[in-house]
């Protein structure tokens, strides 16, 4: 199957599972927002799901001819929970379910929210197009990235004495990152486990750059950022399979496919600008998915969500 792509603005450049139980509270009272008079949603969070929130949020404003404004962040899936906790933001794009801590952060500001996931993700592993590698396994992945390669793991043939004699340069998300996250819990055994010596960033355009100028480079990130940079980066199969829609539906691109998550705030929902948002999302997320890189929901976990939505009215 292809991927059908869309070019992106500058300023847009981000498995099969139960939905989470989500605790509910008190709602905390969130005063709407106005930009110069107009209704704003306020989103923030993961880089990774960034893309589809983003064009979610340019065709709603067309759809609603500026009558309604949204904004959309990046600061990671966990700078998103603790804005999104603090009751700074109606919104939180999250790579990741909501740690036991965040939720906890929430119920104590008395925020309650429901939990949507909106696609599926492959999160890519990339080289330079010209390295001559195609493939890795996660056993070699976890020993460029576990914390014992820290300062020691700094050649390329030191992971595998097959590959060149040559300086291994990392890229990768920061700590705050969702994708940094399952990303180290699937491959180093442990989330947040991971050797620090790398270049960070919760903006995966600043990932994608660095790896597509640097020939000894090794980075990851979601899906949808290869997709839209694919002429200057080469993506790695993992264990022979290549991220793709078809790969991550059929089951085969493991361990690093997981869906992707909005959480919104229940008491943000009763203002008219955020329920129409959020209904709109789900309404267009398989088609707006698809067209930035990701894998749409099954139709049922996308009726499931609705549901969900549609119980909180």
């Known amino acids: 199957m292809q991927l059908k792509t869309m070019q992106f603005k500058q300023n847009r450049w981000t498995l099969a599972g139960a939905?989470?139980?989500?605790?509910?509270?008190?709602?905390?009272?969130?005063p709407a927002v106005h930009s110069q008079g107009t209704p704003t949603v306020r989103i923030d969070g993961s880089s990774t799901v960034y893309p589809i929130t983003e064009a979610v949020a340019e065709e709603f404003q067309k759809a609603k001819q500026g009558a309604m404004r949204v904004t959309v962040g990046i600061s990671g899936t966990?700078?998103?929970?603790?804005?999104?906790?603090a009751g700074q933001t109606d919104i939180s794009n999250a790579s990741r379910p909501i740690k036991d801590s965040e939720a906890q952060a929430c119920k104590s500001a008395g925020i309650n929210y429901i939990e949507l996931p909106v696609a599926y993700d492959a999160i890519t592993v990339v080289v330079h197009p010209s390295n001559p590698l195609t493939s890795i396994t996660p056993a070699e992945l976890k020993k460029m990235w576990e914390p014992a390669a820290q300062g020691k793991v700094m050649k390329w043939n030191q992971v595998n004495s097959s590959w060149p004699d040559k300086p291994?340069?990392?890229?990768?998300?920061?700590?705050?990152?969702?994708?940094?996250?399952?990303?180290?819990?699937?491959?180093?055994?442990?989330?947040?486990?991971?050797?620090?010596?790398?270049?960070?960033?919760?903006d995966d355009n600043v990932l994608v750059q660095g790896v597509s100028r640097d020939p000894g480079a090794l980075g990851y990130f979601g899906y949808a950022y290869y997709e839209n940079n694919k002429g200057k980066l080469k993506s790695l199969a993992i264990n022979g399979v290549k991220p793709s829609l078809e790969t991550v539906n059929n089951g085969s691109y493991k361990p690093l496919s997981r869906p992707?998550?909005?959480?919104?705030?229940?008491?943000a929902l009763k203002r008219p600008?955020?329920?129409?948002?959020?209904?709109?999302?789900?309404?267009?997320?398989?088609?707006?998915?698809k067209e930035v890189g990701y894998v749409p929901l099954p139709s049922n976990m996308q009726q499931q969500a609705m549901s969900r939505l549609?119980?909180?009215n």
Do not use: H, M, W
């Open 19 to 30: 939905f989470t139980a989500i605790a509910a509270t008190v709602a905390f009272a969130i």
């Open 78 to 85: 966990g700078g998103g929970f603790k804005k999104f906790c």
């Open 168 to 202: 291994l340069k990392l890229y990768g998300p920061g700590a705050d990152s969702g994708t940094f996250d399952y990303f180290t819990e699937e491959i180093n055994g442990k989330s947040q486990a991971s050797r620090t010596d790398y270049t960070p960033s919760e």
């Open 260 to 267: 992707i998550f909005i959480y919104v705030s229940t008491n």
């Open 273 to 289: 600008e955020v329920k129409a948002f959020v209904e709109y999302y789900l309404q267009n997320s398989a088609k707006l998915s």
């Open 310 to 312: 549609r119980g909180q």
